[in-house]
């Protein structure tokens, strides 16, 4: 009894002791409850797959470019006068032929009757020498004339024929000039605005054309790719690669008009640039498509999708199954062999529906994992199940 005072104090104490050591544990299982990255690396996450299949896709490049002009031309001139008239209304459409300036005629007029005056008595020349040549050789086959007579009259009819010829000629130049003061339509299109108005002094290599006509049916979008993108895309192309160049009559091209909407033709690609712009690291390529409504007008900005080749065995990833780390790299998980997840960095080029185009970091037969993957971390341990299963499951929630 003696020894109970003494044992007193270490009996009070022992429930503390107890205490700490409850309050302690407490805390321990606390801090691992507030790790949850450790928690969740041992957490199986249920997920679904879904198997890489080959498809057929088209390499397709959205470039760039304006419309241009099937074809113009510069209306000018040949002949120097004053300008009398002039026959067309400003940005109707012309046809080839169309009178469409008249310059004052009466100087070439008098020019073609002066050259056919001339060709007239060429031609009365001519007759009388013929009948000179005639009497001279039956003079001199009677041994009535000398050598040299005959020659004479032989060189002066040469001469009559000679001038005869250039008579015509000079009559055919007289008509020509006649005929080009009136300056006609050297192509069918649209007129532009006449740059000259009646009463001006037209001359021969005048700088300023007096219109231009521009023939938009059909209508050319020159556009320009990187030489870098078209490198790539012939690296793709080539003998190792897996894309296949396609047909150039097949090259079809669609246009974006400059507010989001399709314009209704489809072109096709009918120029490759043999060079690269210097300044811009680009090279030209040219798609011609149907204007029959004059719906595009030269030099309109668009948008231009061309199809430059196809892969018959290309791998579409759905865009839900695709990731993108900070620096913007994309990457998918797919189930290692010891169930844990895996991390594999992909390329892809262009979406298409819902599907991004893989073309690299994918092989066809793999699996990916699809639902679910939001949840997965690389190294952690997944489970697949069927997507019939994951559909309960949610439904269940």
């Known amino acids: 009894m003696a020894r109970l ?91 080839k032929g169309d009178v469409l300036y008249r310059i004052e005629p009466d100087i070439y007029r008098a020019a073609l009757d002066s050259a056919r005056a001339q060709l007239a008595s060429a031609e009365a020349n001519l007759s009388v020498t013929k009948l000179r040549e005639q009497r001279i050789a039956s003079m001199f086959k009677s041994k009535s004339v000398s050598q040299q007579d005959y020659d004479d009259v032989k060189a002066a009819l040469k001469q009559a024929h000679a001038a005869v010829q250039a008579g015509k000629a000079a009559v055919r130049s007289a008509e020509i000039n006649l005929e080009r003061s009136e300056v006609k339509a050297p192509i069918s299109g649209f007129i532009t605005k006449s740059s000259v108005t009646v009463g001006a002094l037209l001359s021969v290599g005048m700088p300023q054309a007096l219109a231009t006509i521009h023939q938009t049916d059909p209508i050319y979008v020159e556009l320009s790719q990187s030489s870098d993108d078209l490198y790539s895309l012939q690296k793709q192309l080539g003998k190792h690669g897996k894309v296949k160049d396609i047909n150039p009559s097949r090259i079809k091209a669609t246009l974006t008009m400059h507010d989001g909407s399709v314009y209704p033709a489809v072109g096709h690609l009918n120029f490759t640039g043999v060079d690269v712009n210097e300044s811009t690291n680009t090279i030209l390529l040219r798609a011609e498509f149907p204007n029959p409504d004059r719906q595009l007008l030269p030099g309109l900005f668009v948008r231009t999708r061309v199809i430059l080749g196809e892969d018959p065995a290309g791998i579409l990833a759905p865009q839900k199954a695709v990731l993108r780390d900070a620096k913007g790299s994309t990457y998918v998980y797919l189930i290692g062999e010891d169930g844990k997840a895996v991390r594999r960095f992909i390329k892809v080029s262009h979406a298409i529906g819902n599907d991004w185009y893989v073309t690299e970091g994918l092989k066809i037969g793999e699996k990916i994992i699809l639902n679910g993957v939001n949840n997965v971390r690389a190294g952690a341990p997944v489970k697949e199940v069927s997507h019939e299963e994951a559909k309960k499951a949610f439904e269940g929630k």
């Open 5 to 95: 005072p003494k044992l007193a104090p270490l009996l009070l104490a022992l429930p503390l002791l107890l205490g700490g050591c409850d309050q302690i544990n407490s805390l321990l299982g606390k801090k691992d409850n507030a790790n949850p990255a450790a928690a969740m690396m041992n957490r199986v996450t249920r997920v679904t797959t879904i198997e890489m299949t080959p498809h057929r896709v088209d390499i397709e490049r959205e470039l760039t470019g304006r419309t241009a002009s099937y074809r113009w031309a510069e209306v000018r001139p040949e002949v120097n006068g004053i300008l009398r008239e002039r026959c067309f209304t400003e940005g109707t459409y012309v046809k």
